[in-house]
């Protein structure tokens, strides 16, 4: 697959943090397809943000629950798909197949 692009990107709601730290925050529906791994990824530039501070944890329509992180570099949300991991691989990022509802906090 690829990165995901603006047309898989649904806002649902945008409002800022208070000042000091003034985030802007989006509660978004996000239609991925293979997306939220490390290649295939979820950029912080759909959301109108240059980086990500937080991610909450992202549910699809039947309430199953998808962990959400910010890369390391912040440049990227980074999904990890819990139920389908091992205890080997329960720490890696996965690209995942469903359609989510997260919000999503980070600098404009």
Do not use: H
Request: glycine share 8%; aromatic share 6%.
């Amino acid at each position: 697959m690829a990165a995901l692009t603006r047309s898989g990107v649904t806002f649902n709601a945008t409002w800022q943090t208070p000042a000091p730290r003034k985030l802007k925050c989006v509660d978004v529906n996000l239609v991925l397809s293979s997306q939220g791994g490390l290649t295939n990824s979820i950029g912080a530039a759909l959301f109108g943000m240059s980086t990500i501070e937080e991610v909450g944890l992202a549910r699809d329509a039947d309430s199953a629950i998808f962990l959400g992180a910010p890369s390391y570099d912040r440049t990227k949300v980074v999904m990890y798909d819990v139920a389908n991991a091992t205890d080997g691989s329960r720490d890696a990022p996965a690209d995942i197949t469903a359609t989510v509802r997260v919000i999503i906090k980070g600098k404009a």
